[in-house]
């Protein structure tokens, strides 16, 4: 099981991946193995959900944000300079009322849970 975790999140993702102990992969605080097991991707309705606050370039900054990716590696996934990755995300948090990462990455997921 933990093979095929690993295998997921690597098709799923092009960012850092966080092997957990027990083998399998955390990614926006879910696995690969509860994927196996019939539970929904939260990342997979994260442009829908977030159409109506954001644009598409600020979506994949979030999406990237989820993942873990730092600003130097999310500018270097999407071809941007780092500097610009951070304004956005300052925009970003801006819009949703966040004083930091932590707050936005908890509003997103009020947002996707429906609890906004």
Known sequence: MGTNAVEYSQNRTTGDITPLPNGEILKLGFTAKQSQIGVADPCDSLSTSLSAFLSVREIDIVRCLLYGNTAKKTAKELFISPRT???????IKAKFSCRNKYELVKKVYEILNGKN
């Open 85 to 91: 990755v951070e304004r956005h995300l300052e925009n």
